[in-house]
């Protein structure tokens, strides 16, 4: 190894890594070569190699399998905050299956919190749905909607492992989707989230609340869902207001 190699840093060794998977067309569960075939491949000294290795394990790019080597992640399902995709949309526009197991499914008298988030009055009965959702049959959302029971009756009587949500709203109460608010937080996995989702006790994911309006802008569901970080990132287009959009907003 020459003295060019030695003073490559992690973010070069890095770079060099992700343009070998590209190259190569490395699918997801490929293995990589060893480290030191590597090391010897991009002339990297092995100490370098191995910190960009881990952050490639921590971005969620690489895994590891003790006694078997590194190995090419599944890619993560990037979803568009200023999109009012559904999840099954959005899976379904990648070719790949999604599918839902209901936890539970029950008519219920709305909390006070659900009242203000759907603006429905004292005593109002609302439809919860539980859901995990999968994609490739592996667990990566776990979704509970409320929606306004009187408005849709009937609803409870969908099995949801089997139809979209969504798609019921739409095609059989006339009712489209056409805009929602959202909160993106962080949060640590309960026992329970930790067992239907197939994660760590206490370990990370995104925690994300907020409700779907009609094109009347009533709202018509509350949401709260927790997902998995190793399997979707978020992304957004920023775009600067000018001084007459801030003064007029």
Do not use: C
Not at 37 to 61: C, H, P, W, Y
Not at 76 to 104: A, F, H, M, P, Y
């Amino acid at each position: 190894m020459d003295d060019q190699g030695k003073s490559k840093s992690r973010n070069e060794a890095q770079e060099e890594l992700e343009y070998f998977i590209k190259v190569n067309l490395l699918k997801a569960h490929v293995k990589l070569p060893s480290e030191r075939e590597l090391s010897e491949i991009f002339n990297i000294n092995r100490s370098t190699l191995r910190a960009a290795i881990q952050r490639m394990v921590d971005e969620g790019k690489l895994y590891k399998v003790t006694g078997s080597g590194n190995f090419v992640q599944e890619p993560k399902i990037v979803r568009n905050l200023n999109d009012l995709d559904s999840l099954t949309e959005l899976v379904e526009g990648l070719g790949k299956k999604i599918s839902s197991r209901v936890i539970l499914a029950s008519v219920i008298e709305a909390n006070k919190q659900i009242m203000k988030k759907l603006k429905l009055p004292l005593g109002t009965k609302v439809f919860e749905l539980l859901r995990v959702r999968l994609v490739d049959n592996e667990p990566f959302v776990l979704e509970t909607s409320f929606i306004e029971y009187h408005r849709f009756e009937g609803i409870d009587q969908y099995d949801f492992e089997k139809v979209s949500l969504y798609r019921i709203l739409k095609d059989v109460y006339g009712v489209d989707i056409v805009k929602g608010q959202e909160k993106l937080t962080l949060t640590y996995a309960t026992e329970e989230e930790s067992n239907l989702l197939s994660v760590a006790y206490k370990s990370p994911l995104f925690f994300i609340s907020g409700t779907a309006e009609d094109s009347g802008e009533r709202p018509v569901e509350y949401f709260r869902s927790v997902v998995r970080p190793d399997k979707m990132k978020f992304s957004s287009i920023l775009v600067k207001k000018n001084q007459e959009e801030i003064q007029h907003g």
